[in-house]
């Protein structure tokens, strides 16, 4: 559709939804005229629109063309009685009302119209008054069923803030109220563009393909105007849409704009394929309430995903905030209760080696020696581990190639990974960026998270240590996987912590994982943990694409 | 402070000849006050060993074996703990068993001591009560006459900024505590090699 002018001409086929409420349209089926004329004078004076058929038949074909409210039949008729008739109807729409109206009724005749669906069953000579109400409650009845359709949809909406749950279950309604035989919500996207999010009745990927085309089309008058329309088909015939290929099996179309506070969402497209019944004011009418609930849906979900990226971005950010925080109250305590260390120890690794180089030692006093030599040699590592995790050195930053720095790492780990029984899989797309960083500390991280995952993974079959790497935005990502014992989720918030660790003595000092989180922290990247009981652990190292060098001092 | 050092004295002419100078040149030398000298009874100068070293030191001059060898090490070591001092005096002693070896507690009396002693080489830490190790250095490495004694930086807080900083301040080499005999014994090493 070009402009909206050119729709002005088509204005006969396309209802706009400001038209006056329809008026519930009757059907009176009967082989009589005199009856058919007094019915349709009757009723088209109290305000509905009436049209009139010879016989089932003749009848059937109307209901397939139109849509009616309600059908007010003769049982005994030529060609096509009836109780035929009512069966027919049923099922081209059940939710059309039926009466039945005989001149020789007989209880067995009621009974079996009435349990082949119809609404009730008048006796000729009628009395006007009686069927004047009797039509009154049965189109009631009918409206309240669209009405419970809406009523389920808006339980529907307000039961999950979920889109991917809802929106299917909101396409699949309306079909059902709509009775239409198929239905797709299409949502604007941040670029504007109109794609398809949910649909029902559309099997094949071509059908909801020109099913976008044509919302594409007719979006842009949608939106304009803020109005829906009803394309009356073929659609194959109406030049307008004569490029879109895919919808000539669509007799009648609903396009309607999905608004929320004057902002266009999207819109609800659903059309009758196999029903002949081209859709009406009601429908558009029914459509309105509906779609008003289902733009409250998105915009509900959209403002809560919002929120809820929002919270998670507050949560990690504080997250990370007490982390640094932690690490430098205790990098600063570390760095004095080092330097405290060091002095003594100088002296007792000292003494011991003095005293080792005399002769006149037995062998038993040079084995304590050599165990007091061994035991301060550890307390200096401990202590070397604090300072430099307290004072990190200056990184030396330069271009480093993440891909090929895992390999040097990998080789100076082959032995131990090998005696454990551990297949490393490496994954790296062969076009990854590089980054800034300290080589060394880098590898340094890249050695804490091999070694963490191969203790994790120590005495089991089939350990496999999986690292990946990929480029998400301006950033690399580089995830360790293993499937090893798993962190508890109490210690999970731990594994950071200077100290923490759950290895046995002397195999950690429950620095490394400290230290990688602080090297990686100073290159301005994050690193993350993730982890099942059972089932293995995720460290995922995020690192900045960049240019320019991270800043030299630590944050610490 | 008591020298009981065996020191040799030497006249002009010796000193022209390692130096590769002529006598008068010498002469001027001591006139200006550049080499301290002392005069004998019957009025000849004489400069001791170990001024005619801190000389040619201070003037970058090759200092001859002939000289080295007379000259008798001597280390001080500065440190305020009292087991590390006894440990380093200790540990120096049986690398070097004919050095002259003096402690200092503090930066104070490693200034004093540095002055009358011209010890050479210095074991000194950095945190030191009164005037720091830094600060010490910076005054050796002012002082023409203490310009060339060698500096091993010694502290209990190993980081890169601390041997940065140091070595800044004129230090010839860093230690960070603790360390072992091996460790200690090659930075001396390394330093006496290159007086």
């Given at each position: 559709?070009t402009?909206?002018e050119?729709?002005?001409?088509?204005?006969s086929?396309?209802s706009a939804?400001s038209?006056?409420a329809?008026r519930?349209?009757?059907l009176?089926?009967?082989?009589?005229l005199g009856i058919?004329?007094l019915l349709?004078?009757e009723l088209?004076?109290?305000?509905?629109e009436?049209l009139?058929?010879?016989?089932g038949?003749?009848?059937?074909?109307?209901?397939k063309?139109e849509?009616?409210?309600?059908?007010i039949?003769d049982?005994?008729m030529p060609?096509?009685?009836?109780?035929e008739?009512?069966?027919?109807?049923?099922k081209?729409d059940?939710?059309i009302?039926?009466?039945?109206s005989t001149g020789?009724g007989?209880i067995e005749t009621?009974?079996s119209?009435?349990?082949?669906?119809?609404?009730d069953?008048?006796?000729?000579p009628?009395?006007?008054d009686?069927?004047?109400?009797?039509i009154e409650?049965?189109?009631?009845?009918?409206e309240?069923?669209?009405?419970?359709?809406?009523?389920?949809?808006?339980?529907?909406?307000?039961s999950?803030?979920k889109?991917?749950?809802?929106?299917p279950?909101m396409?699949?309604?309306?079909?059902?109220?709509?009775k239409?035989?198929?239905?797709?919500?299409?949502?604007i996207?941040?670029?504007?563009?109109?794609?398809v999010?949910?649909?029902t009745?559309?099997?094949?990927?071509?059908?909801?393909g020109?099913?976008?085309?044509l919302g594409e089309?007719?979006a842009g008058?949608?939106a304009?105007n803020?109005?829906?329309v009803?394309?009356?088909?073929?659609l194959d015939?109406?030049?307008?849409?004569s490029?879109i290929n895919?919808i000539?099996?669509?007799r009648?179309?609903?396009?309607?704009?999905?608004?929320?506070?004057?902002?266009?969402?999207?819109?609800?497209?659903?059309?009758?394929t196999?029903?002949?019944?081209p859709?009406?004011?009601t429908?558009?009418?029914?459509?309105s309430?509906?779609?008003t609930?289902i733009?409250?849906?998105?915009?509900?979900?959209?403002i809560?995903?919002e929120?809820?990226?929002?919270?998670?971005?507050i949560?990690?950010?504080?997250?990370?905030?007490?982390?640094s925080?932690?690490?430098?109250?205790?990098?600063?305590?570390?760095?004095g209760?080092?330097?405290?260390?060091?002095?003594?120890?100088?002296?007792?690794?000292?003494?011991?080696?003095?005293?080792l180089?005399?002769?006149?030692?037995?062998?038993n006093?040079?084995?304590?020696l050599?165990s007091?030599l061994?035991?301060?040699?550890?307390?200096?590592?401990?202590?070397?581990?604090?300072?430099?995790?307290?004072?990190r050195?200056k990184g030396?930053?330069e271009?480093?190639?993440?891909?090929?720095l895992?390999d040097?790492g990998?080789?100076?780990?082959?032995?131990?990974?090998?005696r454990?029984n551990i297949?490393v899989?490496k994954r790296?797309?062969?076009?990854l960026?590089?980054?800034?960083?300290d080589?060394?500390?880098l590898?340094q991280?890249?050695?804490?998270?091999?070694?963490?995952?191969?203790q994790?993974?120590?005495?089991?079959?089939g350990?496999?240590?999986?690292?990946?790497a990929?480029?998400?935005?301006?950033?690399?990502v580089?995830r360790?996987e293993?499937?090893?014992?798993g962190?508890?989720p109490?210690?999970l918030?731990?594994?950071?912590?200077?100290?923490?660790?759950t290895?046995?003595?002397?195999?950690g000092?429950?620095?490394?994982?400290?230290?990688?989180?602080?090297i990686?922290?100073?290159?301005h990247g994050?690193?993350?943990?993730?982890s099942?009981i059972?089932?293995?652990?995720?460290?995922a190292?995020t690192?900045p694409i960049?240019?320019?060098?991270p800043?030299?001092e630590a944050d610490? | 402070m008591?020298?009981?050092?065996?020191?040799?004295?030497f006249g002009t002419?010796d000193?022209?000849?390692i130096?590769?100078v002529t006598?008068p040149?010498v002469?001027?030398?001591?006139?200006e006050?550049?080499?301290?000298?002392?005069?004998?009874g019957g009025g000849?100068?004489?400069v001791?060993?170990?001024d005619?070293?801190?000389?040619?030191r201070q003037h970058?001059?090759p200092?001859p074996?002939?000289?080295?060898?007379q000259?008798k090490?001597?280390?001080?070591?500065?440190?305020?703990e009292?087991?590390?001092?006894?440990?380093?005096?200790?540990?120096?002693k049986?690398?070097y068993?004919?050095?002259?070896i003096?402690?200092a507690?503090?930066?104070?009396e490693a200034g004093?001591?540095i002055?009358?002693?011209?010890?050479?080489?210095?074991?000194l830490?950095?945190?030191?009560?009164k005037i720091?190790g830094i600060?010490?250095c910076?005054t050796?490495?002012?002082?023409?006459?203490?310009r060339?004694?060698?500096?091993?930086a010694?502290?209990?807080?190993?980081?890169?900024?601390?041997?940065t900083?140091?070595?800044?301040a004129g230090?010839?080499?860093f230690?960070?505590?603790p360390f072992t005999l091996q460790e200690l014994?090659e930075?001396?090493e390394?330093?006496?090699?290159?007086?």
């Open positions: 559709m402009d909206a050119s729709d002005k001409n088509h204005s086929s396309e939804a038209s006056p329809a519930s349209k009757i009176v089926v009967d082989d009589e058919r004329d349709s004078y088209s004076s109290h305000g509905y009436v009139t058929a010879v016989n038949e003749d009848a059937l074909e109307k209901i063309k849509k009616f409210n309600l059908v039949s049982i005994k060609r096509m009685g009836g109780l008739m009512l069966a027919a109807i049923k081209i059940p939710d009302e039926v009466i039945m020789y007989t009621a009974v119209a009435m349990k082949m669906g119809a609404y069953f008048v006796q000729k009628c009395n006007l009686e069927v004047f109400s009797i409650k049965a189109l009631e009845r009918s309240l069923k669209v009405l419970l359709g809406v009523y389920e949809a808006s339980k529907n909406i307000f999950s803030i889109l991917d749950e809802l929106l279950v396409a699949r309604l309306s079909t059902q109220i709509l239409a035989d198929d239905a797709s919500i299409m949502l996207d941040g670029a504007g563009r109109l794609s999010v949910a649909s009745g559309l099997d094949d990927e071509k059908r909801g020109a099913r976008l085309a089309r007719v008058k949608v304009q803020r109005v829906p009803i394309i009356d088909g073929p015939k109406d030049p307008r849409f490029s895919g000539r099996d669509i009648s179309a609903i396009v309607f704009p999905l608004v929320m506070e004057g902002r266009l969402l999207g819109i609800l497209n659903a059309n009758r196999i029903r002949e019944v859709f009406t004011a429908d558009l009418q029914h459509t309430v509906f779609c609930q733009a409250q849906a998105i915009h509900n979900a959209t809560y995903r929120l809820d990226s929002k919270m998670r971005e949560q990690q950010m504080q997250s990370q905030l007490v982390e925080e932690k690490l430098a109250a205790i990098g600063k305590l570390a760095a209760v080092a330097h405290e260390i060091n002095n003594p120890l100088t002296g007792i690794m000292g003494f011991a080696e003095l005293m180089k005399s002769n006149d030692l037995s062998s006093h040079r084995e304590d050599q007091i061994e035991q301060s040699q550890r307390c200096r590592r401990i202590v070397q581990n604090l300072l430099q995790f307290s004072r050195k030396n930053y271009t480093v190639d993440l891909g090929s895992l040097a990998l080789q100076l780990l082959k032995y131990d990974l090998t454990s297949t899989e790296f797309p062969d076009d960026p590089a980054v800034q960083g080589m060394g500390q590898e991280v890249y050695l804490n998270l091999i070694t963490n995952a191969r994790a993974m120590e005495g089991k079959e350990g496999l240590l999986k690292i990946s990929a480029r998400e935005a301006d950033k690399v580089v360790f293993d499937n090893g014992c962190i508890s109490e210690n918030g731990k594994v950071f912590d200077p100290f923490f660790t290895k046995e003595v002397g195999k000092t429950g620095l490394g994982l400290s230290i990688s989180y602080g990686i922290q100073q290159h994050i690193l993350r943990v993730e099942q059972g089932k293995g652990t995720v460290f190292m690192l960049t240019r320019e060098a800043g030299m610490l | 008591e020298d009981k050092l065996p020191q040799k004295a002419h000193i022209a000849r130096c590769n006598p040149t002469i001027n030398w001591i006139e006050g550049k080499m301290p000298c002392f005069t004998t000849h100068r004489r001791w060993g170990k005619l070293m801190a000389f040619m970058n001059m200092v074996a002939e000289l080295m060898a000259a090490l001597v280390f001080l070591i500065v440190d305020d009292e087991q590390n001092r006894k440990f380093i005096a200790r540990a120096v049986s690398s068993p004919d050095a002259e003096e402690v507690i503090d930066g104070f004093h001591k002055c009358t002693l011209l010890p050479t080489l210095v074991v830490d950095i945190q030191l009560p720091n600060k010490v910076e050796m490495r002012r002082d023409p006459g203490l060339n004694i060698k500096i091993l010694i502290t209990g807080c190993d980081i890169e900024e601390s041997r900083q140091i070595l800044a230090a010839d080499d230690l960070g505590k014994d930075k001396i390394n330093l006496l090699a290159h007086l």
